[in-house]
């Protein structure tokens, strides 16, 4: 429901998205971006309401957003409410002498505003996101009348977390410097490093769930990490997961600091990656005043260029125990798809990749000990020991059948057993039609 569409076609419509929730964009209709942006944040609670701009704005946005806002602001005033959270890149910024966005719905409609000092962004969980880079200007603000603006955070609503992440405050432990980020503690060799080692801890968004111990490279002695995690609260160090920057893998690391707490220890596969330049319906274009602050674990190469997104998210190291061989625990995936439509067999992630096997079984060792590699996909098959099940065939043909083509490019499958002459037959007629690889 529109309710405010101007007379001139280049400038913006207000429009509603649920109760007290309106949105700024351009046309007649609010983009699917938007309004999925906008669905993260509602609905509004009980004497607060939202705005969310989709549209660029120009030197006097300010005015012209308060002008675009009038019948949206007066109704939210007259409903009684009396805090705005304005969704908008800059919305408390000032410039050019003027004030900003914030500070006039602020003083014209006597609401207090929360807005974005930097870059306004809203995370998977409905968070907001504006992130303060070393050096610029970030955060949300909080804007009352007859009171100066004051800074809350780089995320609302707060993490239970965050308190005891910014008690630790900025710090060396044997010769790595550790400093709070809006995503949780950031880890780094001390001395000169590139500008991007400063910045890109600040950019990644937070999880309102679990602070993340952002590691420079998986080069980090687990006695520096050991130091730093037990610096903080129990329910905190039980939530924490590793997550490295290089995207090298984290297993051993996660291991060896297992052993020194004597604890589980979660670690993230992968890198980072904010998805620039997909295709997603929900990515917002340049230049909008809003954005979608998701990030994706990808596999980089030795470049650092994203490879593949691996199907295992989080991984649990747990501590040596004297009876037998520890193996991670895949605890958070995103499987590429239902793979098995046979009662008799499973699919299972792995760190690597995934494994296909009967159900009455566990998945081997090795496919659970081997390493995610950015080169790579391990599609396992079956148990040592074993003929390799019937229901494994249309199994193994959906999955590969329903990979991308550049994920099957790096498939390398991996088969256990007694493998016959049919067996071996087929996974050659496999590798011929899907143009996956075999272990050697």
């Given amino acids: 429901m529109t309710e405010h569409a101007p007379d001139i076609t280049s400038t913006p419509t207000v429009s ?39 549209a660029p704005l120009h030197e006097d946005g300010a005015e012209a957003l308060c002008a675009w806002l009038t019948p949206s602001l007066d109704s939210v005033r007259d409903a009684q409410v009396r805090l705005l959270t304005l969704v908008m890149s800059g919305g408390a910024l000032a410039s050019g002498g003027q004030p900003s966005a914030a500070a006039l719905i602020c003083e014209r409609w006597g ?43 780089s995320q609302l609503p707060l993490p239970d977390w965050e308190l005891a992440v910014r008690r630790l405050g900025r710090q060396t432990v044997a010769g790595h410097v550790v400093e709070p980020v809006p995503a949780g ?12 080692a400063h910045t890109r801890p600040h950019t990644i968004p937070p999880e309102h769930d679990r602070p993340q111990l952002i590691l420079a490279s998986a080069q980090v002695p687990a006695a520096v990490l050991a130091v730093v995690m037990a610096a903080l609260p129990e329910p905190v160090r039980g939530a924490l997961r590793l997550l490295s920057l290089d995207g090298r893998p984290l297993l051993r690391l996660g291991e060896e600091l297992a052993d020194l707490l004597d604890r589980d220890v979660h670690v993230a596969v992968g890198a980072p990656v904010a998805p620039a330049g997909t295709t997603r319906d929900s990515t917002a274009p340049a230049g909008a005043s809003a954005g979608d602050a998701a990030v994706e674990l990808w596999m980089t190469d030795s470049r650092g260029r994203p490879s593949w997104r691996p199907f295992a998210r989080t991984v649990v190291c747990s501590p040596e125990k004297a009876e037998g061989v520890r193996a991670p625990r895949v605890t958070e995936w995103q499987a590429p798809a239902d793979c098995t439509q046979s009662p008799d067999c499973t699919a299972v992630v792995t760190p690597a990749g995934l494994w296909l096997g009967p159900r009455d079984v566990e998945p081997p060792l090795l496919t659970l000990l081997r390493p995610p590699a950015p080169e790579t996909v391990a599609v396992d098959l079956g148990v040592p020991g074993r003929p390799l099940a019937d229901c494994l065939w249309p199994a193994l043909d959906t999955l590969l059948g329903r990979l991308e083509p550049d994920l099957l490019e790096r498939v390398v499958v991996h088969a256990y057993g007694d493998l016959g002459p049919r067996d071996q037959e087929r996974l050659l007629d496999f590798s011929a039609r899907h143009r996956f690889s075999m272990a050697s």
């Fill in 16 to 54: 509603r998205a649920g109760d007290h929730v309106h949105l700024v964009h351009h046309g007649k209709r609010p983009p699917h971006w938007l309004t999925e942006l906008a669905g993260r944040l509602s609905p509004a609670r009980p004497g607060e309401a939202v705005v969310v701009v989709g």
């Fill in 111 to 153: 609401l207090d505003v929360l807005a974005a000092a930097g870059t306004a962004l809203v995370t998977a969980d409905g968070t907001l996101f504006s992130p303060d880079l070393p050096g610029a200007s970030g955060g949300w603000w909080h804007f009352s009348p007859g009171t100066d603006a004051r800074r809350v955070s």
């Fill in 185 to 196: 503690l950031a880890v780094r060799p001390a001395g000169p490093a590139p500008v991007t």
